[in-house]
């Protein structure tokens, strides 16, 4: 493990290419070759991040969005997993060309993970101290000595108080939120480019979910660093995502800015997500609006639009017809085939802005006017 | 595109809505297995296993029909006759004797088949023995745990840290010599293992939710242990019956071999490992035919029961 | 649905108080003092068909008190009356009896069902246990529950690992109606869920508490589904109940700090009210329960603590009808929390 300072040349340091993204992600395509069949795991993901942006990867567990990120980090066995198709370009250098050395390089160093459960994803027989400073001596050359004074610096930064003591203790001694904080800490012991969360909140306590998104978008603010925020919960991503992507069955089904998900959204899926969500505001309680059915299995994907079985406005060729993606000129892109029609798209669900509740200084957002360019 | 807003009456959307709701359970939509019918089937495809299980089975045939055919055909395993010890004594293997004779002349082959009976009747039924007990005191360890754990589980190390086959051998001294007080020995002291290895089982699974749902339901402590513990740790339970079943046999051939089990003439593989072994030099078939049966045997159950664990596992699918 | 608050309660919890030696094992307990105070001094009272919320981070003694109610653990101290009879002084029949009329849905709807029972004997088992019907009978029942919970009868003989974690919940629901309960003990049902699926859920359970005036006791750590669920609302803290009151009061005027800042840290679905509302984020984690804060136990984490907070209990007062809160400054309510001088 513990090999000589290697000769890569950093490629964080490497400028972005002229007209190029930090990471571009092209018609990604992964699938799984199991004995019961095919699982399109991940079908013609695409989308940009630059620095200090956040993406936000929104859906239903199995739409394929940790796999999505897995599969850019070199993370999937393969087989039975297999890259069919796309691209994945970081700072303009194809990820899935390289060598298993050259990516654990990027592993850590240029893009890092921190995952749902900071439980198992820490050693239990290692001290914090050090599995916070290993990314540094793996990476970086460090001294042991140099790791560890590092790891305290980074435990402060993170908010973890005493930091001088808590590096000598084990994982079990942190609580679940202190332990996520040193996954944070030790994701950005290497000052990575990108930042892939993977739910970090999810099995955390509100209030611990809170100081830990404040967390990292401070740390964001400080290192300009990506973030690539995975989540079912649209909730968790309404303030601190710049772009998000709603993925279903392995599908990105709209891409688009926050503003244009939350506000002008074209897909019904999205609508779904955002009326799944129970609503504080209200005077009278009705029924939640969930959306109904189970995700449908990755083998044998429906004829027709993927959600067609459980959108609620599925026509004849939703069945039929697999939709395009409709692009408008902002690049806010829907896969569904009346994306583009403004009677379509009254059925979206009110939000703060179309109820003119607060104050935005663009009252009515509504994108009502048909966009062009039909992708 | 235009959405056809007219055409689409809302009670159609519904029906559909309901349909995927209720259509298809499982994420690949197949037909509905048993949990069993998914052990069996992952079984199948571990091919070691399946060897071992063939071989069992060919052996325990063989044995069972033994009677019908194999004295007509090599003689009796038990014969003392002078006249054939001149004849064919220590002969090699031949076409007439396949694995060889020995010194009294008795077909080898034959006596390795009579021998089976006797090893795969021990081996089962101290197995059966050792597994009842060990259930029991497994299941009251860890069911009602407290002073009963320790008393059951401290019993347990005791017995343990006897050597095991002079602890049987005394056994059988007390018990006196017989082929049913040798199975009977292995059985009763073989419990402490499964006992343990039950008693793990169902701690695991007293803790989880569905046996506290089902006490929520008022059931009775006979019901979840009839109904929830016990098939949720069964599995564990049928693969280390297996295993034991090929250590009951070596067993067996050890106190036999000893000279404290099955008494000559009876054809016992440890006996006839233990006659053999003066004409290790001259007529090694005498010991080796013996021994391949027990390597095979024993290690035909150890593998069959490595494959049993791995089918049985619930926590293999679901991942 | 509303109820009706007066008249004998359906469900009272007295003064419940439940502690657990600190150190697991077989000696430590009896030689070690220090105990793990994970419910302490808590009173409420459940009337029939309501939904009572409790709410609280992990470790705040929800879930235990909820597994006390049903007698899966014995209280330390205090009283449950279900029905006005003591549930501690129950004899093995009266207990069997209670079980008929209280039942459980659990988190966890992958570990709550038995993976070799198929869904017909999984649901069916509240009323083999309690010798209801015969077995056609009781089979038709299934059938006619597992319909009403949204799953297909035909799927009768399936296990549960052919469902999805949704599909399983329906499952677990629909066995803790098979005896047509009067109180249901919801432990987290939807916090194992995808947002998507965690609505369809609420929605269920509500529809059923309509047609058979069922009460449930739902407890979860997002107070966003809680309120949406419940007709009263009790926010626990570190064993403590701190708040207590109808569901709207609690949202429009939260008067303990605790509550204003689990309201604020629910994230909202839509970046302009996200970036415009005010949040409160506490700092650090909730203390040990081995051994609580003097005084209010929030007070290490409180964003207008005095020192009076470290030093003496604050009462659980009634600051309106119906609504109890257990802060020294509860009377200056409602102020937001954010608008006081720190």
Not at chain 2, 19 to 46: F, I, P, V
Not at chain 2, 170 to 187: D, E, R
Not at chain 3, 122 to 136: A, D, F, L, Y
């Amino acid at each position: 493990m513990a090999k000589k300072t290697t000769n890569h040349t950093d490629l964080k340091e490497k400028p972005i290419p002229e007209g190029r993204h930090l990471l571009e992600v092209d018609n990604l395509k992964m699938f799984f070759h199991t004995e019961d069949g095919i699982v399109h795991a991940v079908n013609g993901v695409s989308y940009t991040l630059d620095r200090g942006e956040t993406l936000g990867v929104v859906g239903e567990s199995g739409s394929g969005k940790s796999v999505t990120a897995m599969t850019i980090m070199g993370l999937i066995d393969m087989p039975p997993g297999k890259i069919e198709g796309g691209h994945v370009y970081y700072r303009g250098e194809s990820l899935l060309d390289m060598t298993e050395e050259q990516m654990q390089h990027i592993r850590g160093n240029d893009i890092a993970m921190i995952f749902q459960d900071p439980m198992t994803s820490l050693n239990p027989v290692y001290k914090i101290g050090r599995q916070v400073g290993e990314g540094l001596r793996l990476h970086r050359g460090y001294s042991k000595k140099e790791a560890l004074e590092r790891a305290v610096e980074l435990l402060h930064l993170v908010g973890i108080p005493n930091p001088e003591k808590r590096v000598n203790e084990y994982p079990h001694q942190f609580s679940g939120g202190m332990r996520q904080r040193a996954m944070i800490a030790m994701a950005l012991a290497c000052d990575p480019d990108i930042l892939i969360a993977d739910e970090p909140t999810t099995a955390l306590d509100v209030t611990i979910q809170a100081q830990i998104i404040e967390l990292m978008q401070e740390m964001q603010e400080k290192n300009g660093n990506a973030i690539i925020m995975i989540t079912h919960d649209l909730g968790v991503v309404a303030d601190m995502a710049d772009k998000i992507m709603v993925m279903y069955a392995g599908r990105p089904v709209e891409f688009g800015t926050a503003d244009e998900i939350f506000y002008d959204s074209r897909h019904p899926y999205t609508w779904g997500l955002i009326r799944s969500i129970p609503e504080q505001a209200i005077d009278e309680k009705k029924p939640l609006t969930p959306i109904h059915g189970n995700p449908p299995s990755l083998v044998n994907l429906p004829a027709g639009c993927p959600f067609a079985p459980r959108c609620p406005y599925a026509v004849d060729i939703c069945h039929e017809k697999e939709p395009v993606h409709i692009t408008t000129e902002t690049g806010h892109y829907s896969a569904c085939h009346f994306a583009d029609d403004p009677e379509f798209l009254k059925f979206a669900p009110d939000t703060s802005r179309s109820r003119g509740n607060i104050a935005t200084g663009s009252p009515d957002t509504i994108d009502t006017k048909p966009t062009g360019g039909e992708a | 595109m235009k959405y056809p807003v007219s055409t689409q009456g809302a009670g159609a959307a519904a029906a559909a809505v309901v349909d995927a709701t209720k259509s298809g359970g499982s994420a690949s939509g197949a037909a509905s297995r048993t949990l069993w019918g998914d052990a069996w089937k992952r079984l199948r495809q571990n091919k070691l296993a399946i060897v071992a299980a063939i071989w069992i089975i060919f052996v325990a045939l063989v044995a069972i029909t033994a009677d019908l055919w194999a004295q007509q055909w090599l003689g009796s395993p038990t014969a003392a006759d002078t006249t054939a010890m001149a004849t064919s004594s220590l002969l090699p293997p031949s076409l007439e004797h396949p694995f060889g004779t020995d010194v009294t002349g008795r077909d080898i082959l034959v006596r390795v088949i009579y021998g089976a009976r006797i090893s795969l009747t021990i081996g089962l039924l101290a197995t059966a023995i050792s597994t009842v007990i060990g259930l029991v005191m497994g299941a009251l360890a860890a069911y009602y745990g407290g002073i009963f754990d320790t008393i059951i589980m401290r019993a347990a190390d005791i017995f343990l840290a006897f050597p095991y086959v002079l602890f049987v051998l005394c056994l059988i001294a007390a018990l006196g010599q017989s082929i049913t007080n040798v199975f009977v020995a292995i059985g009763i002291l073989g419990w402490p293992s499964i006992a343990r290895v039950f008693r793990s089982a169902i701690l695991s699974v007293k803790e989880s939710d569905y046996v506290d749902a089902a006490r929520a339901m008022g059931a009775s402590d006979a019901r979840i242990i009839a109904r929830h513990i016990f098939p949720n740790s069964v599995a564990s339970i049928v693969v280390y019956a297996t295993m034991n079943i090929g250590s009951a046999i070596l067993t067996e051939a050890s106190i036999s071999f000893l000279g404290m089990g099955v008494q000559p003439p009876n054809p016992s593989w440890g006996i006839m490992i233990q006659d053999g072994q003066a004409y290790l030099m001259t007529a090694p078939w005498l010991m080796i035919m013996p021994g391949l049966a027990i390597l095979s045997t024993v290690l035909a159950f150890t593998l069959l029961g490595d494959g049993l664990r791995d089918a049985l596992d619930v926590k293999m699918k679901d991942a | 649905m509303a109820s009706n608050t007066t008249g004998a309660p359906l469900l009272k919890v007295e003064h419940l108080t439940k502690e657990f030696p600190a150190e697991a094992g077989m000696l430590a307990g009896r030689f070690s003092k220090r105990v793990v105070s994970a419910v302490n001094d808590v009173s409420f009272e459940i009337h029939a068909g309501e939904t009572f919320g409790l709410v609280g981070e992990s470790g705040c003694g929800k879930s235990t008190t909820g597994r006390t109610i049903m007698r899966l653990t014995n209280p330390t101290a205090g009283k449950v009356f279900f029905e006005g009879k003591d549930v501690a002084k129950m004899n093995k029949h009266e207990l069997k009896d209670l079980r008929r009329k209280m039942q459980f849905i659990f988190q966890d709807p992958y570990a709550s069902l038995n993976p070799r029972m198929t869904i017909g004997e999984i649901v069916s088992e509240p009323m083999t246990i309690h010798n209801v019907g015969t077995k056609e009978e009781r089979m038709k029942t299934v059938r006619e529950l597992l319909d009403v919970v949204g799953l297909n009868p035909e799927h009768i003989n399936r296990y549960p690992h052919e469902f999805s974690g949704g599909q399983r919940q329906r499952i677990g629901i629909a066995r803790a109606f098979a005896l047509k309960p009067k109180l249901i003990i919801c432990d987290e049902p939807v916090s194992a869920l995808d947002v998507s699926i965690q609505a369809q859920v609420l929605n269920l359970l509500k529809e059923l508490q309509n047609k058979y005036g069922t009460a449930y006791l739902f407890i979860a750590h997002d107070l966003s589904v809680v309120q949406h669920i419940s007709d009263r609302v009790a926010v626990m803290y570190l064993g403590k109940m701190v708040e207590l009151s109808d569901w709207k009061t609690l949202y429009t005027e939260p008067h303990h700090p605790y509550t204003q800042s689990l309201l604020s840290a629910v994230p909202v679905p839509d970046p302009d009210v996200q970036k415009t509302r005010t949040r409160i984020i506490l700092a650090g984690d909730p203390p040990s329960p081995i051994d609580p804060p003097s005084g209010c136990r929030f007070h290490t984490r409180c964003p207008i603590a005095k020192e009076i907070c470290g030093k003496e209990q604050p009462d659980f007062k009634q600051v309106a009808p119906g609504h109890f809160c257990a802060c020294h400054f509860a009377e200056k309510f409602p102020i937001k929390t954010s608008s006081i001088e720190l």
